[in-house]
């Protein structure tokens, strides 16, 4: 059974950083890409940024890049997203995505066979 469990998030003020982790059981480390994204209440769901499986690459949505970083560590099957100088709009509902093909990574969210837990950033002005 594959999990992806979400850890980090909370509540920080404008300019400062979090760092969100996504730990997979039951898919070997490094056979799929992973996306995050967030969702802000009464919004669609929309792509921040992904990686694809050997880490060797990195994709970011415009209004993140520079800011937002993010990592993997196949020994520990964990993909983290690093946010730096947030800002009051980052906030929302943030998940992990796994896609079981390990290129990428994708944009669209229906491009994703399993999904985290979701956790919630916030950041006061």
């Known amino acids: 059974q594959v999990q992806l469990v979400q850890s980090g998030g909370g509540l920080v003020q404008a300019g400062g950083s979090l760092r969100l982790s996504c730990a997979a059981s039951g898919l070997a480390a490094g056979t799929y890409a992973v996306g995050w994204f967030r969702q802000a209440p009464g919004k669609e769901r929309t792509f921040v940024g992904g990686i694809n499986g050997n880490g060797g690459r990195t994709d970011y949505a415009d209004s993140v890049k520079g800011r937002f970083a993010i990592s993997r560590d196949n020994a520990q099957n964990t993909v983290y997203l690093q946010m730096n100088s947030l800002k009051p709009e980052d906030t929302a509902v943030y998940y992990c995505?796994?896609?079981?093909?390990?290129?990428?990574?994708?944009?669209?969210?229906?491009?994703?066979?399993?999904w985290g837990q979701g956790t919630q950033v916030t950041v006061s002005s």
């Open positions: 995505a796994a896609d079981r093909r390990p290129w990428g990574p994708a944009q669209g969210p229906a491009e994703y066979d399993y």
